[in-house]
């Protein structure tokens, strides 16, 4: 299901960028990665887990294309070659990152301290969300100080 999603919001993703803006749809992405997150964490039967993986292909595809795009822009063309080589590195060991060294130790944590296997793992996926909170709030935060920062210098 999120392969089908990603492959389906991969079609309208740029046009999502291009409606939303660039930085409200990388923020709106978050959200629908963060809502999915949730929903694998709180639900247990197939139907929401069904939808929970939507969310996830939906939210991959648009900050992806939101990430793409940003990259595009912020780096300059005689240094793109490079420097998207360092941001596709970046970009995807972001994902395995935080599960290789923050998820999966607090699973093996939750195991060792009694809870039981099934409950460690929902619990990864609360963790999961708390991250890419800190990271929506952070991302929030400098689209706000852009814009205010953008409006200040269009007044002068």
């Not at 978050?30 to 929401?48: E, G, P, S």
């Not at 998820?103 to 009694?114: N, Q, S």
């Not at 708390?130 to 007044?155: E, H, I, K, N, P």
Request: with cysteine.
């Amino acid at each position: 299901i999120q392969s089908i999603a990603i492959i389906c919001f991969g079609w309208f993703a740029g046009w999502i960028c291009y409606r939303l803006g660039r930085e409200i749809a990388l923020l709106a992405g978050v959200v629908a990665a963060i809502a999915a997150l949730l929903i694998l964490w709180l639900k247990v039967d197939l139907a929401w887990i069904t939808t929970a993986n939507f969310l996830r292909g939906v939210g991959d595809a648009i900050i992806m294309a939101a990430a793409y795009e940003m990259a595009s822009v912020y780096i300059p063309p005689e240094k793109r070659a490079r420097w998207f080589a360092w941001f596709n590195t970046t970009f995807f060991l972001s994902w395995g990152l935080p599960g290789t060294l923050l998820v999966g130790p607090l699973v093996d944590f939750l195991i060792a301290a009694g809870h039981s296997e099934p409950w460690s793992y929902r619990a990864s996926f609360a963790a999961a969300a708390t991250l890419a909170c800190a990271g929506l709030m952070v991302q929030t935060g400098l689209f706000l100080y852009r814009r205010r920062a953008a409006s200040v210098d269009s007044a002068a």
